[in-house]
């Protein structure tokens, strides 16, 4: 009996305390679902804003994205936010979902109360493409000298307006 | 540049240019460099062509509407690009709108003040672009200075604030609305930024003239402005309605409904196009007739001569005060005579040109508003939706519920595209080439 209660228990309390495990599209397309519910996220680090103790982790699933409201204790791992040059550090991030967050001006975020990272971001090597290089330097160069030979002609024959 | 130099040098000719001549080459223009402005964009491998083109149109004409689908991990390079063409694109609208289709019969209350209508079209672009080259440039390095330190107080790098101060000062004051982050305003999740976004909104969407008349100390200009008393009303009524209709949703404070109602409303009413909510939140989410009010604010637009797009505040003012005249001639003699005015830098009669061209201007927007919005809706999309849409890209604004994205119907992409280029010109343009090309066609074929 007493094992029926407990389980009773677990089911009733069990959804407000379990996290969902959701993408970044579902807290956005269906907001409704998980306002003010605990969720788990993993997305990749676009950008960090440092505000004193706490800070914005910008982070990207899919094509959306989401700010992160944290503790900059949890920060201590993050190394590599993401950009042309670099994918970013992926990180799993638990936490209470917003859908219009009052403490924050009515931005969807997450509060999180834990952030880790699953995956170390790294540099991308880019190799240059000789073939455009030149091309844009010949147009460089080609455009310079026809616009300086305008300049020249227009130089010897100001016209009355000029 | 090569391209725009070769034909400086091989199209020579020594007639005087004419008015129509300007404006078909204002036409041709506003086509030919998204072309070629697409270039580096569709090399960069970022972009399929269409989309490249789409991205340029939309730059060249500062709508802001964007294919890019993660702007924070595009090259610097690029990103730039973006930002620049908007800003160019910006300046070169108010050159052309001052100096070629403030000539026009149809706008002639357009013209810059300062300028003599007999001197010819092209000393007056040089003498005016020089002018609001200077005024735009001061404005770019104010405003980077202030998002710089808007972003820096924020918690931002100083390298990342000081690319994104420019990039978004040159999106913000050519009322474009690109961003650097696919978050577009929502990135920084800070009031700090927003303001500053909101100052340089309202200055980009001014009166050139305006500006150039309170720089030489006529201040008065601004309290009297036709231009600035239609932006007030407009800003007050539609921020009441939309704060009435945000309360009736999922915001629960007032200041939250304060912060994204009003940001919102001057984003649309200057045609910026900055967004601090999800797109798929403004489609869910917002009630119904906050996308229809936003929508009519962006068809409404900023000021004329501005880097604004939309009907804008001077022809409304002035179809508004002639609909005031017509009601007054009602109760008065017939042998009487009333004549109505305008301020806009000075006491201007409302004459049947005025109210003719004005009518015009406004009557083609709503014809192409239609025709967008049925274009939409028939791939599906609902009506609201494709109104907001369309009158984001037909009055250059740049907000969007989602439509707009990379694979959405080409045929749809290459709308737009025409909408934005038709809104940038304020149709005059298009009526002007299509009358070439009928012309043309008449003397070639038998």
């Not at chain 2, 790098?157 to 999106?171: E, I």
């Not at chain 2, 119907?409 to 909408?419: D, H, N, Q, V």
């Amino acid at each position: 009996m007493r094992w029926l209660l407990v389980l009773m228990a677990f089911l009733v309390f069990a959804p407000s305390s379990i996290a969902q495990c959701v993408t970044v599209a579902d807290l956005l397309l269906s907001p409704d679902n998980f306002d003010n519910q605990k969720v788990v996220v993993v997305g990749e680090v676009l950008g960090i804003l440092y505000r004193g103790e706490k800070a914005w982790v910008n982070i990207e699933n899919g094509e959306y994205q989401i700010g992160i409201w944290c503790e900059t204790r949890m920060l201590e791992n993050l190394k590599v936010t993401a950009d042309y040059r670099h994918r970013g550090d992926i990180v799993e991030v638990i936490g209470i979902f917003h859908k219009a967050c009052p403490e924050h001006g009515g931005d969807p975020d997450i509060h999180a109360e834990n952030l880790a990272v699953l995956e170390r971001g790294y540099e991308i090597s880019r190799e240059i493409n000789w073939w455009l290089m030149t091309l844009s330097l010949i147009l460089l160069a080609l455009g310079l000298f026809l616009t300086v030979k305008l300049r020249y002609r227009e130089k010897r024959a100001l016209p009355y307006w000029y | 540049m090569t391209a725009c130099a070769l034909l400086e040098l091989l199209c020579v000719t020594e007639r005087e240019m004419e008015l129509k001549h300007a404006i078909l080459v204002a036409a041709l223009l506003w086509l030919a460099a998204p072309f070629f402005g697409s270039l580096p964009l569709w090399f960069s491998g970022q972009y399929a062509f269409l989309d490249s083109f789409f991205e340029t149109t939309s730059g060249l004409t500062t709508t802001g509407l964007t294919l890019t689908q993660h702007a924070d991990l595009l090259p610097k390079s690029i990103n730039f690009l973006r930002h620049l063409l908007q800003f160019v694109g910006g300046v070169g609208v108010v050159v052309i709108s001052l100096c070629i289709f403030g000539r026009t019969q149809i706008s002639s209350f357009l013209m810059f003040k300062g300028e003599a209508r007999e001197a010819g079209i092209r000393p007056s672009i040089v003498k005016t672009s020089r002018r609001i080259l200077g005024i735009a440039l001061t404005f770019l390095a104010l405003g980077t200075v202030l998002f710089t330190l808007a972003g820096i107080t924020e918690g931002q790098k100083p390298g990342d604030a000081v690319f994104d101060g420019l990039n978004h000062t040159m999106a913000a004051y050519s009322t474009g609305g690109f961003s650097t982050h696919s978050q577009n305003m929502l990135y920084y999740h800070s009031a700090l930024v927003e303001i500053v976004a909101l100052v340089l909104m309202i200055l980009g969407s001014l009166n050139f003239n305006l500006h150039y008349a309170i720089l030489t100390g006529r201040r008065g200009e601004m309290v009297k402005d036709i231009e600035i008393k239609v932006f007030l009303v407009f800003l007050i009524t539609g921020g009441l309605l939309v704060g009435f209709y945000l309360s009736r949703s999922f915001h629960s404070s007032a200041f939250t409904i304060f912060r994204k109602g009003f940001f919102h409303v001057i984003s649309a009413q200057t045609t910026t196009g900055f967004q601090t909510v999800p797109p798929s939140y403004t489609i869910y989410l917002w009630p119904v007739p906050v996308l229809v009010l936003l929508s009519i604010l962006m068809i409404v637009g900023g000021s004329a001569n501005s880097t604004s797009g939309g009907i804008k505040n001077l022809r409304l003012g002035i179809l508004f005060k002639s609909l005031l005249l017509e009601i007054r001639k009602t109760f008065l003699p017939s042998s009487a005579v009333v004549v109505e005015t305008y301020h806009h830098l000075g006491e201007n009669p409302i004459t049947e040109t005025v109210i003719r061209g004005a009518a015009v201007v406004t009557l083609s927007y709503l014809l192409l508003l239609g025709f967008g919005t049925l274009v939409t809706t028939s791939f599906g999309y609902p009506f609201h939706a494709s109104l907001f849409e369309t009158a984001s890209a037909l009055a250059n604004t740049g907000l969007s519920c989602g439509v707009t994205s990379p694979s959405m119907p080409s045929i749809l992409k290459l709308t737009y595209i025409f909408l934005m280029w038709a809104g940038r010109l304020e149709i005059i343009a298009i009526f002007v080439l299509l009358g070439f090309i009928f012309l043309q066609l008449r003397r070639i074929l038998p």
